[in-house]
Each structure stands twice: as structure tokens, then as C-alpha cells.
Nanobody, 128 residues
Framework: QVELVESGGGLVQTSGSLRLSCTAS????????VGWFRQASGGEREWIGS???????????YYTDSVKGRFSISRDRAKGTTYLQMNSLRPEDTAVYYC??????????????????WGQGTQVTVSS
């Protein structure tokens, strides 16, 4: 079993920055990616980006178009923590942000398929 704990959410003004953290505990053997998702009030959960932490694509990151150039994902392997650095935040970035880990194949990395464990979510609110 794997537990993910997120932190770092909060209230920020437009164009501000936040860094979310996602720390995993338990057996992560066989898992090879962390994804970040978000869900706005009344909306569906959407994929933001992912990072692969093992295998031939280790370190590779992937992002949805709406956050490219503003958000970045990184991982501190020693700490077992993955980060989502969010810059130039906009009101439309307001949502609950979730991290997830699992074994998504490349064709589904931008979906929820293959992500086996999820964090509890952290609220990010961007004021205009």
C-alpha cells in the first residue's frame, strides 16, 4: 500500500506562485510515474502533468498545453517527494490539486488510467 500526502496549497494572487509537494510512503516498488491532476468546483478531474521516475524515460516530464511554460514537475528521489511548481497563476487555475502514482503506459499517461494511488488533494485558490 502506498500513501500520498500533498501540501503547499493556499490562496495566491494572480501572477503569483505556489509549490505543491507530494510525498509517498510505503512500498513504491514497481511504480514508475507521478501525475498531477486538478478538479475545479463543478468540473471534472483533469490531468496537468506527469514525471517518470524509473525506466528508460526516467526524469521525463509531460504537461498539458494550458500549463506549459508556467508549471514544472520535479522529483527529489531521496525524499520520495514530487513537486509541482506553479508560476504565473491565473484565476482559472483555481482547483483542488491531486497527485497520483502508478504504472501508466505512455498512451494513457494523460488520463487517470494506470494511477493506482491518490493523495487527498490540496486547495489552490487564485484571486483576481
Amino acid at each position: 500500500q502506498v500513501e500520498l500526502v500533498e501540501s503547499g496549497g493556499g490562496l495566491v494572487q494572480t501572477s503569483g506562485s505556489l509549490r505543491l509537494s507530494c510525498t509517498a510512503s510505503g512500498s513504491t516498488s514497481g511504480l514508475h510515474a507521478v501525475g498531477w491532476f486538478r478538479q475545479a468546483s463543478g468540473g471534472e478531474r483533469e490531468w496537468i502533468g506527469s514525471i517518470r521516475w524509473s525506466g528508460g524515460s526516467m526524469g521525463n516530464t509531460y504537461y498539458t498545453d494550458s500549463v506549459k511554460g508556467r508549471f514544472s514537475i520535479s522529483r527529489d528521489r531521496a525524499k520520495g517527494t514530487t513537486y509541482l511548481q506553479m508560476n504565473s497563476l491565473r484565476p482559472e487555475d483555481t482547483a483542488v490539486y491531486y497527485c497520483a502514482t502508478g504504472r501508466p503506459i505512455q498512451s494513457t499517461i494523460a488520463t487517470m488510467r494506470g494511477y493506482l494511488y491518490w493523495g487527498q488533494g490540496t486547495q489552490v485558490t487564485v484571486s483576481s
